[in-house]
């Protein structure tokens, strides 16, 4: 008896250990390329299937009601070093201004897990399909994913769903700032507004908010330095910061002043999150923040944007030399 509940015990552990790295899902994240002359970020979706190491499905890149780019993908999967390759295969279904074509890219992934909350990141490359041409030549191209759920329907539906959705989001109108920002800029002095903040309404569902990740670095430094403003307005915005699950900050006002820290990027998770949660709307919804990352002599602005209804994410996956 004893002897069957070891094995029963190690059954289960192994189904377990084994579950928690698959890769079939709905992922959802960013894809972005950076030089020095600029960082430009872009929406990207996948949905995978997955048989022992062959994995297939579709991706979907998005930027606006103009632009989007839907592929088929494969690739295959190695449980032990916890990578995936996936490339985009076939004719692609896309919407583009003139004189843009589609970039046919391979992703090469890392799979990490940061408390609940998995992960797919690492760096991508491509090719034009127009001509045997590379796409963003000398550019640091870097991909971001988090496993948002299991697939809830086939990949012969995909493209019906991903289309039906992206459409009747961009009717209503965009609120969220550019994306394509410059790579080095000081930031704009904080207008101290003397409104009266916003009452609050009491959050009881922090664990439900969907985790918006909106903007990807990768650092070759193992330390990093942050500094978070009030983003243009000061209205009384009030935030929590975690970095990889744990508080950093906790409940503090943004200004023009600066809340600074420190993170150190070797991660046992292999990858480091921070999550701004919204403890208000301040006076102007949403909560919005400037924060401002430096690391490698280098300097980068994220705009931040966060609610009752999401948490805004930074991912930063390490490449030391």
Same mark, same amino acid.
């Given at each position: ?13 192994? $189904?377990?250990?084994?579950? /928690? ?23 990207? &979706? ?5 048989? @022992? ?23 295959? *999967?190695?449980?032990? =070093? ?5 490339? #985009? ?8 201004? *003139? ?16 408390? *609940? ?8 490359? @491509?090719?034009?399909?127009? /001509?045997?041409?590379?796409?963003? !030549?000398?550019? &640091? ?8 759920? &299991?697939?809830?329907?086939? !990949? #012969? ?13 961009? *009717? ?10 410059p790579a080095i800029t000081d930031p704009a002095p904080a207008i101290t507004e003397p ?21 990807? $670095?990768?650092?070759? =430094?193992?330390? /990093? ?9 000061? &209205?009384?915005?009030?935030?929590t910061i975690f970095v990889n699950k744990k508080p950093v900050l906790v409940k503090e006002r943004l200004t023009d ?7 150190? $990027? ?6 480091? #999150? ?10 102007? !919804? ?15 602005? /994220?705009? $931040?944007?966060? @609610? ?14």
């Amino acid at each position: 008896m004893l002897h069957f509940l070891q094995c029963l015990f190690i059954t289960v552990i192994c $189904l377990s250990t084994a579950s /928690a790295q698959r890769v079939e899902g709905i992922w959802s994240g960013k894809i972005s390329r950076s030089s020095s002359i600029g960082h430009g970020v872009e929406s990207l &979706d996948v949905q995978l299937y997955q048989s @022992g190491r062959s994995v297939w499905g579709s991706t979907f890149v998005f930027k606006d009601s103009a632009r989007f780019v839907l592929f088929r993908a494969e690739g295959r *999967r190695n449980k032990k =070093d916890k990578t995936l390759e996936l490339s #985009e295969t076939g004719t692609p279904i896309y919407l583009l201004p *003139r004189d843009f074509f589609p970039c046919s890219k391979i992703y090469t992934l890392q799979w990490y897990k940061v408390g *609940r909350t998995q992960y797919l990141a690492g760096k991508w490359s @491509g090719m034009g399909i127009d /001509a045997d041409t590379s796409c963003f !030549p000398g550019e &640091d191209l870097v991909v971001v994913l988090q496993k948002v759920k &299991d697939p809830e329907y086939s !990949p #012969e539906q995909f493209l019906g769903v991903k289309l039906t959705s992206f459409f009747q989001k961009m *009717r209503k109108p965009d609120t969220d700032p550019d994306t394509l920002a410059p790579a080095i800029t000081d930031p704009a002095p904080a207008i101290t507004e003397p409104a009266p903040a916003a009452e609050a309404v009491e959050d009881k569902t922090l664990a439900n908010r969907k985790q918006d990740i909106q903007h990807i $670095l990768t650092i070759k =430094d193992s330390l /990093a330095h942050i500094v978070l403003y009030d983003n243009a307005i000061v &209205d009384d915005d009030t935030v929590t910061i975690f970095v990889n699950k744990k508080p950093v900050l906790v409940k503090e006002r943004l200004t023009d002043k600066g809340l600074h820290f420190d993170i150190n $990027l070797n991660s046992p998770d292999g990858i480091t #999150e921070i999550i701004m949660q919204a403890e208000n709307l301040g006076s102007i !919804p949403p909560n919005t923040a400037l924060m401002v990352i430096t690391y490698d002599n280098k300097r980068y602005e /994220a705009r $931040l944007r966060a @609610g009752f209804e999401k948490h805004a994410v930074i991912v930063i996956t390490r490449a030391p030399d």
